[in-house]
């Protein structure tokens, strides 16, 4: 464990922007609900000459898999000597990479400003 006073600091610093972030967000989201009911109101669309265009989208159902739940399937078709069938399904595997990044995990019951 360390304490490093420039490490507190810089932490502070991003728990701050962190809760400034929210804040707006929530006043987003609170503006976005509002424009919606106006658009709504207006009949589902709106266009503001140069500035944007406002509509109302039709829900959806998106569908996705479970991929524990699939991994799972696979290992069962080989146990089950179907090890074509998994292997159809293996191919259809796509791989991304993601950066690796910093996590901050918050200590519970401690206020950002209370860790130095």
Known sequence: MTNDPAMIDIYQTIAALDDQIACLNAEREQARTTLSGLVEAAGGKVILDGVA???????????SYDRAGLEALVRKL????????AEMIE?????????????????????????A
């Open 53 to 63: 265009t406002m509509e109302i989208t039709r829900p959806a159902i998106v569908m």
């Open 78 to 85: 080989v146990a089950n000597g179907r090890g074509g069938i």
């Open 91 to 115: 191919k259809q595997r796509k791989q991304h990479h993601r950066a690796g990044s910093l996590r901050i995990t918050k200590t519970r019951g401690i206020a950002p400003n209370e860790a």
